[in-house]
């Protein structure tokens, strides 16, 4: 089979196709691990990448042209939530493949991740379940977020709170800012992407003595691999094929493992119906829908 005859339909120039690949997923997920991908990619395709990212919203910003509707991106690398606003604009599809990520809590080969609700260490001898923090200073990433903001807030209401159980929180605007902000005693407690944990333990390792993993709430929907619903049958299933073979590779397996990731697995659209579940119930009538924030 001829790939570069199934990649025709995309953009040449000057003699191979050019995939073209976004990310929003920066900084919580490291802009290196996205390179990764655009390399491998070009390797086993035979095709030249391109990769932008976005750091400043978990999507595309208001006002700004969604860039899969436009043809500009083939390719992306997004939030459960953009994805579920995606999909209502019709302008993508999922790539039927997700990373496969490990956690304590996790069942192997399953690819989800959680939200980890952390305090700092200082504060462990009173700190014993979820209630216990009641009155303590929150921090998560943005109020689109499934993990930090949507999903606590589920998880109070369901053991009898509300969003005024924490006495303020403060929207840090990115995972590792609420990480940040609680390693410098700006906030008492922080409710994380469980990956975004791991890589920035893994960057300032001193920092797993200061803090505490209380709860880990979860399995969530893996984070979402889409494509421009314009996209050729064709490439899709090739880059459907080349996901799910990396972790076959010792040598991209290996580069995997710096990442948190152990491999490719299959994904379904249906697997998102939990998080939009998630956000209905927080929609629901007589419920407040945030939690009363310091901006920071």
């Known amino acids: 089979m001829d790939l570069q005859e199934d990649f025709a339909p995309l953009v040449t120039f000057p003699k191979k196709p050019i995939l073209r690949m976004a990310t929003y997923m920066c900084p919580s997920i490291p802009i290196e691990y996205y390179e990764l991908l655009a390399t491998y990619l070009e ?112 998880t109070l209401y369901e053991r009898g709170e509300n969003p005024s159980f924490f006495s303020n929180a403060i929207c840090s605007h990115s995972h590792i800012e609420s990480l940040n902000l609680l390693q410098s005693k700006r906030a008492e407690v922080a409710v994380v992407d469980s990956n975004t944990l791991s890589f920035y333990l893994k960057q300032h390792p001193s920092v797993a003595e200061e803090m505490c993993v209380l ?57 998102y119906d939990s998080a939009t579940t998630i956000m209905e119930f927080n929609k629901g009538s007589n419920r407040g829908s945030n939690f009363e924030v310091v901006y920071y």
């Open 43 to 154: 390797e086993s395709l035979d095709v030249d990448t391109t990769l932008v990212y976005d750091s400043r919203s978990p999507g595309q910003l208001k006002m700004k042209p969604d860039l899969f509707g436009l043809g500009h991106v083939d390719i992306g690398f997004v939030s459960t939530s953009y994805y579920l606003d995606l999909v209502e604009e019709g302008t993508v599809e999922l790539l039927p493949v997700a990373a496969v990520h490990p956690h304590a809590k996790a069942k192997h080969g399953f690819p989800g991740y959680y939200a980890d609700v952390l305090h700092r260490a200082d504060a462990k001898e009173r700190i014993q379940n979820l209630l216990d923090l009641r009155g303590a200073l929150f921090a998560y990433s943005d109020r689109s977020s499934i993990s930090s903001h949507s999903t606590i807030l589920k």
């Open 215 to 271: 709860e880990s709430l979860g399995p969530l929907p893996p984070y979402p691999i889409v494509i421009r619903k314009t996209l050729p049958g064709k490439v899709k299933e090739h880059l459907t094929d080349a996901f799910l073979n990396m972790h076959k590779s010792s040598r991209w397996l290996r580069k995997l493992k710096e990442f948190n990731v152990v491999q490719f697995t299959k994904n379904f659209p249906q697997v």
